[in-house]
């Protein structure tokens, strides 16, 4: 079979497998993310898997640069891409875009060991200026001129609000038609 027969296959195998499971998204034809663990969990990570031209007889080009993937350490992701080379250079030659996701889903606690979750705070200095700016102005309220303000006393009451109907619609029959005749 040609590289192309056997990514046809596998790509409707792996549809056929992963239809309706939320861990697995096919971006395109050949590229692909597949989510391990709960998303909650933060020992969970997204791996993108995508085929080079040549594959199987070429390894997949396997990234955990997802933005899902912020708060794990570079250590901790080296050792899962490592982990997954050596499932990539058993396998090569064969379908194995199921074995790697499944021997990821079975090996999280294993990859993850080490895994301490990375906290970025980023701040900068105009972002903290402008808030303290923010404090010292007063919220401007909208200016009406003054047309504006007598048409809106014109048509409430005295506690500002719109009198009862103001939005009704009149139906008047003139022989047999019907007409609509609206207040506003």
């Not at 027969?5 to 697995?24: K, N, P, T, V």
């Not at 990234?63 to 708060?71: A, K, Q």
């Not at 294993?110 to 970025?120: C, D, G, I, Q, S």
């Not at 007598?150 to 009149?170: Q, S, Y």
Request: proline letters at 3%; glycine letters at 6%; a negative charge.
């Amino acid at each position: 079979m040609t590289a192309n027969e056997d990514q046809e296959m596998e790509l409707e195998a792996l549809r056929s497998i992963y239809e309706g499971d939320e861990c697995f998204k096919e971006i395109s034809s050949v590229s692909f993310q597949f989510r391990i663990g709960d998303r909650e969990d933060t020992k969970a990570f997204i791996l993108d898997l995508t085929w080079p031209e040549m594959y199987p007889e070429m390894a997949p080009q396997i990234s955990l640069d997802s933005f899902f993937n912020n708060r794990i350490s570079a250590g901790t992701k080296q050792l899962i891409l490592s982990k997954l080379g050596e499932q990539v250079e058993a396998n090569l030659g064969t379908a194995m875009m199921y074995t790697l996701f499944e021997w990821a889903k079975e090996n999280q606690g294993a990859l993850m060991e080490n895994h301490k979750p990375v906290v970025t705070a980023v701040t900068s200095s105009s972002d903290a200026m402008s808030a303290a700016s923010a404090g010292k102005k007063k919220e401007k309220k909208e200016q009406l001129t003054k047309s504006q303000k007598k048409r809106i006393i014109n048509r409430t009451d005295n506690k500002g609000e719109l009198p009862r109907g103001w939005n009704w619609a009149d139906v008047i029959k003139v022989g047999d038609v019907y007409l609509l005749s609206t207040r506003w």
